[in-house]
């Protein structure tokens, strides 16, 4: 399994000790972000690459930033959590020949690293645990997951939870 992760992020307030980063400092390295997005689609098995690669951007942001692409794409005129753009779910087919060369494009997640922080303190854990837990979630919907009612939220999220603790996490009962 092969995942490329392209990371973009402003200045935002990456660290609970309150400074701003470009992303080069945040609590979570590109290192770590790929090497995490790596197992957990070992965990997960999707078989939706003939060479089992993938690539995904994860874009950390600010509230003002996720609060314009949820009204824009969702119609909701306040901040989120994070925010799916699953590449599959548009019919754009790929000629064999690319998908056997080329990783499979999933989409984009984009994360407010300020409404992380605020859940992190309301949850009692490290922010880094809030972000790998929205990061978790994130690619669960660009895999195709989603959760329109309480039976299909309860196995999300306890698929988030196996994957944090894939990669070394205990989040908090949620």
């Given amino acids: ?3 490329e992760v392209c990371i973009q992020s402003d200045e935002v307030d990456c660290a609970a000790s309150g400074h701003t980063s470009n992303g080069s400092d945040c609590p979570i390295s590109p290192t770590t972000w790929e090497l995490w997005f790596n197992q957990w689609l070992e965990q997960l098995q999707p078989e939706l690459s003939p060479i089992q690669a993938y690539e995904l951007s ?8 996720i609060q ?4 824009l794409y969702r119609q909701q005129d306040k901040p989120t959590d994070v925010l799916a753009f699953a590449a599959l779910e548009t019919d754009c087919p790929q000629p064999d020949e690319v998908l056997m ?5 999933l989409g984009d997640i984009v994360i407010s690293v300020e409404t992380a922080q605020r859940q992190a303190i309301a949850q009692g854990h490290p922010l880094t645990v809030e972000l790998a837990w929205l990061a978790a979630h994130g690619l669960l919907h ?3 997951w989603d959760h329109p009612d309480e039976v299909s939220l ?4 306890n698929q988030q939870q196996v994957l944090l603790h894939t990669v070394g996490l205990v989040p908090e009962t949620r």
């Fill in 154 to 157: 309860i196995r999300m999220l």
């Fill in 58 to 65: 994860l874009r950390l942001t600010n509230d003002r930033e």
């Fill in 101 to 105: 060369q080329l990783p499979l494009y």
């Fill in 1 to 3: 399994m092969e995942v």
């Fill in 68 to 71: 314009t692409l949820n009204a």
């Fill in 142 to 144: 660009l895999l195709g």
